[in-house]
């Protein structure tokens, strides 16, 4: 248990240095706790409601009458007839006990949705930065490479103005760098759209850095957090609930009331006044056979629930063979660096000397480039497979 607290704790100061305070401000620009929120406030009241109407269903019927008499002993040939009543339905069966579990399992979903919706953003600017920064070091790979040929051509000119290098291999090796240079201010766009694209979501803090490439947790703790195989499970739970109210809808509601009546009739014996109880009973109540089949539903969603475990299993198996293979092919690219590098620097002292041509020249080059640009790759795939494993697992990208 205090492993696990430690462990907890230090995933927590190293997400807070990275991803946590990004992922944090986009969901506040996006108002995800705000709405759900307003959402409780809603499902609440309703609960209060539907409780409220269980004890407090009243009504009031008012009349008033007026009466025409030809046979009365009086003068006067008209009386008047006031009626009033009060009555209140009262649930004591808990008949409508199924409405409050049904408005609680509703806010038990949306808390599921939410936490589906939060873990998609995550994992949408986790791959957003990952490109972000990965395009980043591209760029100063290229703009380094760039500084460096260039100091290349100023020599070649010397020897092309000295006759010691034809004028079509001087050309060749600028229309080269010319490629180089549109490539950097390609990325350099990119990079700007990037930026404006997070900073939409987190327009208060950084894009952040993603150095983090060791798993903290387990396979157990990743597929522990299945937001959908939850939402799955509550489905199937309000299909149940939705069967017991069919069911016990043809339990009886006491009715109880009082009446109050003003009668000016001279022929009668004065007002009345009445109290009354009654048991209203529902003889057709009970879709049983709808009921029957909205279990036998709930039933097959609870097998889907199988379905969404190996899901999630496979997801995790994913990002962990991602993770794997990007440690095994950066230890070999780091390794295999070293002879890329010597072998750029004597090509390009035998080119400078015409030893090789320029072909082998950028052949050796685009080698060593590309080492370099899977080294990136691969580094910035373990990061982000590393974050997202310890996010999910840890449980913190949704609180």
């Known amino acids: 248990m205090l492993k696990k607290i430690v462990t907890l704790w230090l995933f927590a100061l190293t997400l807070q240095a990275d991803m946590s305070s990004f992922y944090k401000d986009a969901l506040k620009t996006l108002q995800y706790e705000k709405s759900y929120n307003l959402y409780e406030k809603s499902n609440k009241t309703l609960q209060s409601g539907v409780t409220y109407s269980k004890y407090a269903n009243f009504s ?29 339905s009262i649930d004591i069966f808990g008949k409508n006990n199924y409405k409050i579990e049904s408005l609680r399992l ?22 957003l930065v990952s490109l972000y920064k990965g ?79 060791k798993l903290l947790f ?73 009921a029957e089949a909205l279990k036998v539903s709930a039933l097959s969603f609870e097998a889907q629930n199988v379905t969404y475990k190996i899901q999630r299993e496979n997801e995790y198996i994913q990002h962990r063979e991602s993770f794997e293979n990007a440690s095994k092919q950066l230890d070999i690219l780091e390794k295999a660096l070293s002879d890329y590098e010597k072998s750029v620097a004597t090509i390009k002292t035998a080119y400078l000397k015409q030893y090789v041509d320029f072909n082998t020249y950028l052949q050796v080059l685009k080698q060593t480039l590309d080492v370099k640009k899977q080294i990136i790759a691969m580094q910035t795939q373990k990061a982000k497979e590393a974050t997202l494993i310890n996010a999910i697992a840890s449980g913190k990208i949704y609180e």
């Open 60 to 88: 009031v019927d008012a009349a008033y009458t007026n009466t025409h008499a030809k046979l009365l002993p009086t003068s006067a040939g008209n009386f008047n007839t006031i009626d009033i009543s009060l009555s209140d």
């Open 135 to 213: 395009t980043a070091q591209e760029l100063k790979l290229h703009q380094n490479l760039f500084t460096e040929q260039e100091e290349i051509y100023k020599k070649l000119k010397l020897l092309g103005e000295h006759g010691d290098m034809t004028k079509l291999d001087v050309l060749r090796f600028k229309n080269t760098l010319t490629t180089l240079k549109t490539k950097i201010v390609s990325q350099k766009q990119a990079l700007v759209k990037m930026k404006k694209q997070l900073k939409l979501y987190a327009p208060h803090v950084a894009i952040p850095t993603l150095d983090r490439t």
């Open 218 to 290: 387990s396979k157990e703790e990743f597929i522990a957090h299945n937001p959908q195989a939850m939402l799955n499970t509550l489905d199937a739970q309000k299909r149940v609930i939705q069967a017991d109210g069919m069911n016990n809808s043809y339990l009886p509601t006491l009715d109880a009331g009082v009446s109050y009546q003003k009668l000016d009739d001279p022929t009668g014996y004065g007002d009345n006044y009445s109290i009354g109880v009654a048991l209203h009973l529902p003889l057709n109540g009970g879709d049983f056979k709808e």
């Open 106 to 127: 509703e806010q038990k979903t949306t808390i599921e949705q939410l936490y589906v919706k939060k873990e998609q953003l995550f994992i949408a600017l986790l791959n």
